[in-house]
């Protein structure tokens, strides 16, 4: 793993999720300050790279450690994380029977419904008031806002992954990018204006049990 800034520095994984990750550095960040991570995953050691915030940083396993909630990460990215953390699960799990049974196989890698998304920007909430605010003032039956720093060109289409507070389960939508704000304003932060895709009837009514919780 590195950190890809001016305080570029190398370590190693202390534990890992779909969404974001504990490492081993004794290198002071912010909390809530934004990271670019190059991670390395096995078996080829292949890089993939992340944008994520600082969640927390202190002391865990008796080492020094920072946790990264990610924010954006390129699709196909996203499929071999999610990959690589569901062998990491299986393998703590003791099931060896469902892991590679060499190290030059090739993963599984998980097909999303719309492989043309190019990044995967994940929502995460601190509580379920949190998230029924922003049910409340960014989303609608068409699109959302999505509030962040990272922006893309109007007409591309991305991920949107949602964390649910309470059951830590995610949910993916497709989307289009109608409208990027790139300054922030009274009435409005620094974001995007999304435009969901595929999202028929029965993928509605999903969406809307999983934010019910």
């Known amino acids: 793993m590195e950190f890809l800034d001016k305080n570029r520095t190398a370590g190693a994984t202390i534990n890992v999720s779909r969404n974001g990750v504990c490492l081993a550095s004794s290198t002071p960040r912010a909390v809530n300050g934004l990271v670019r991570l190059k991670l390395f995953l096995p078996p080829n050691e292949d890089p993939i790279e992340i944008f994520g915030k ?31 953390v569901s062998q990491v699960e299986r393998l703590n799990a003791g099931d060896t029977a469902s892991t590679p049974s060499s190290a030059q196989e090739s993963p599984v890698v998980e097909r999303r419904a719309s492989p043309r998304t190019t990044a995967s920007f ?32 109007e007409g591309e289409k991305v991920s949107v992954v949602i964390i649910h507070p309470i059951s830590g ?9 109608v409208r990027a704000n790139r300054t922030a304003t009274e009435n409005e932060m620094k974001g995007m204006a999304l435009k969901f895709l595929n999202l028929d009837d029965e993928k509605q009514t999903e969406l809307e049990a999983f934010l019910k919780g």
């Open 54 to 84: 600082v969640a927390w940083q202190g002391v865990t396993r008796s080492e020094a450690g920072i946790g990264i909630h990610f924010l954006e990460i390129e699709s196909r990215d996203r499929d071999r994380w999610v990959e690589f």
């Open 122 to 153: 994940m929502v995460r909430f601190r509580s379920r008031k949190r998230l029924d605010e922003f049910v409340s003032q960014n989303l609608s039956a068409g699109g959302m806002f999505l509030s962040t720093p990272v922006l893309r060109p």
């Open 169 to 177: 389960k995610d949910f993916s939508i497709d989307a289009e990018v």
